[in-house]
């Protein structure tokens, strides 16, 4: 399970899933710095954008490997905002073409450890920019995911592929429906899936408290937390596949063993990258 090389015949997707309710204009500490969570959440996503374009491309020629949808939710309803999109979707070598000017991004590795602090520096495509107003409707943002996954999933050139990958970000807040609600929708968004195995549901929590229990990828049987929000997100994420937990290992240096849930609490941008990169690495290595 989930080891399928992606190739233009077994292609996968991802979807990115953000919130840009009112509530995202709140300011968090990330990346060491002071910002809006909207700010947050669009250099998150910029990013993401970049590295799965850059990660298709070779030989300055972008493969077409896998579609990606972007799906934002806030007072103006659910608007999937990438072009050209077919069902929720956008084919990778279709969306090269609107490849859109960097922007250069610098962050501060630690700065509460001056001997160690040093600068990195991205050039990030502003693919989104911040936004931020109205409602929350999570539920009904999560049920227009699982009508596009279920939909892709459903199409017989993709039964044998590697299973979707989606990436939800938000601080939590939703306005629309239950917590029970949205945690079913979410089991059934995770209970999709290819003959590879089930859809990878990965949520990125962003939230004004600045000391979490955990940051990145907790361990299934030691979570716990008395912030309702962060423990709906925990419940709503995927556990991650055996042949990952290598990874997330030797990636956040933890000490504890899996199984593993795919969910992080406001990290920086260097964690957040080893979010991508494990979430992904099994799979794009063979390419």
């Excluded at 292609?11 to 990330?30: E, G, H, L, N, V």
């Excluded at 309702?228 to 419940?235: A, E, S």
Aim: glycine share 4%.
């Amino acid at each position: 399970m989930y080891d399928t090389p992606i190739t233009h015949l077994h292609r996968t997707a991802f979807i990115i899933a953000i919130d840009c309710s009112t509530s995202m204009q709140m300011r968090i500490k990330f990346n060491h710095l002071q910002m809006s969570k909207a700010d947050a959440v669009a250099i998150v996503c910029n990013y993401i954008l970049d590295e799965l374009l850059a990660r298709a491309t070779r030989n300055d020629k972008v493969r077409n490997y896998y579609d990606i949808g972007v799906v934002q939710y806030s007072g103006d309803g659910i608007v999937d905002i990438l072009p050209d999109a077919i069902d929720g979707l956008t084919p990778i070598d279709i969306l090269a073409k609107y490849q859109p000017p960097q922007k250069l991004y610098c962050f501060l590795t630690d700065p509460e450890c001056e001997e160690y602090m040093t600068t990195i520096k991205y050039h990030i495509g502003e693919w989104i920019t911040p936004t931020a107003h109205g409602r929350t409707p999570m539920y009904e943002a999560l049920h227009h995911v699982y009508d596009i996954v279920e939909k892709w999933c459903a199409r017989p050139e993709n039964c044998e592929s590697f299973p979707p990958i989606i990436f939800h970000i938000t601080d939590g807040c939703y306005s629309d429906g239950s917590m029970d609600d949205i945690l079913t929708i979410s089991d059934r968004i995770k209970s999709l899936g290819t003959a590879n195995g089930n859809v990878l549901f990965v949520n990125i929590h962003l939230s004004t408290d600045q000391s979490p229990t955990y940051t990145l990828f907790p361990p299934d049987r030691e979570f716990t937390s008395p912030d309702r929000f962060k423990l709906m997100l925990f419940n709503m994420s995927s556990i991650m596949p055996k042949s990952m937990e290598p990874l997330i290992r030797e990636a956040t240096n933890t000490k504890y063993v899996g199984p593993y849930r795919g969910v992080a609490f406001n990290s920086s941008i260097c964690e957040l990258m080893m979010v991508l990169n494990i979430g992904s690495q099994s799979i794009f290595c063979n390419l």
